[in-house]
């Protein structure tokens, strides 16, 4: 039996931001299409388990459990585990709040059978999982526009190698990166 990967998967400005100042994400939803919804349902289906920090959970568990849009099945059905400081319980169904440092829950995750693990960030968290070497790939989908600031996704250097590029008709690229571990 193989480790399960764990994957990073965010949408990114041109210029590497996930959110706008004040977490303004209005440049994004404006650029989300039937084709990319069909890409990342696509996408969605190497996974069983998602990976989520506290603000990230918060957005999502307000949306997708009373939600009847095409990916609402496939991500109430996950299994979901939130990192956080702050939150006493969690209440998404197939939700458990993380209780150990993140290499020891993901490593607990990797030995598991299952699938891939996703990680849908927030910018924090995977910040920090890629600081601490837990991503072992990263896919992007590049927006084609430029917010000039915000929260980065990067916060430091980090080298990926590209493994494949597709070209959306909206401009996006949807790119994925192996980490490239020191």
């Known amino acids: 039996m193989t480790a399960r990967r764990i994957v990073l998967g965010m949408q990114v400005s041109l210029d590497g931001f996930v959110a706008g ?51 609402a099945p496939v991500l109430n059905g996950f299994t979901k585990l939130v990192f956080s400081t702050t939150l006493e319980r969690v209440e998404w169904e197939g ?3 993380a209780t150990r440092p993140p290499a020891e829950e993901i490593a607990e995750l990797r030995a598991e059978p299952g699938l891939d693990i996703f990680v849908a960030g927030g910018a924090r968290l995977a910040q920090s999982l890629l600081a601490d070497g837990l991503i072992d790939e990263v896919r992007l989908v590049v927006q084609p526009v430029a917010i000039g600031a915000g929260i980065p996704l990067f916060a430091r250097e980090q080298a990926l190698d590209l493994l494949e590029v597709q070209r959306l008709a909206s401009g996006a690229l949807v790119t994925t990166y192996s980490v490239v571990h020191p």
Do not use: K
């Open 95 to 97: 939700t458990r709040l």
């Open 21 to 71: 100042v004040d977490d303004d994400l209005s440049w994004l939803m404006s650029r989300t299409d039937e084709e990319l919804l069909d890409a990342q349902a696509e996408f969605l289906e190497g996974f069983d388990t998602m990976i989520m920090g506290r603000v990230n959970y918060l957005d999502q568990a307000a949306h997708w459990p009373t939600a009847d849009e095409p990916l």
